[in-house]
Nanobody
Framework: VQLQASGGGLVRAGDSLRLSCTASERKFQTYVMGWFRQAPGKERQFVAAITWNGRNRYADGLKDRFTISRDNVDNTATVYLQMNNLKPEDTAVYYC??????????????????WGQGTLVTVSS
């Protein structure tokens, strides 16, 4: 498994969660790393992404509650998604993914590969 995501769970509205995704190959340290989410019955959607040097991009309406960050340590790259003030509509399976572009952040799922296995976030009202 190239990307390993974790950190999901069941929380109440207003709570916070931090998702993590670790890529255990040095090459990922230069890739754009991103988070997507897929709610039941809906298409997978872009959440946020970050370049190797920390430039980031968020889906509309999420920047005030979500923060993406990353660490490049030894031969691994770890990307985090800090989610605050969670809402029931944030309920989804969250996926991390990599894009081999070094500087350009795109939002299309088709431009990202490989993908992590997904971690479920459930927000109760």
């Amino acid at each position: 498994v190239q990307l390993q995501a974790s950190g999901g769970g069941l929380v109440r509205a207003g709570d916070s969660l931090r998702l993590s995704c670790t890529a255990s190959e040095r090459k990922f340290q230069t890739y754009v790393m991103g988070w997507f989410r897929q709610a039941p019955g809906k298409e997978r959607q872009f959440v946020a992404a970050i370049t190797w040097n920390g430039r980031n991009r968020y889906a509309d309406g999420l920047k005030d509650r979500f923060t993406i960050s990353r660490d490049n340590v030894d031969n691994t790259a770890t990307v985090y998604l800090q989610m605050n003030n969670l809402k029931p509509e944030d309920t989804a399976v969250y996926y991390c993914a990599a894009n081999t572009d070094l500087f350009t952040i795109v939002t299309m799922t088709s431009r990202f590969a490989p993908w992590g296995q997904g971690t479920l976030v459930t927000v109760s009202s």
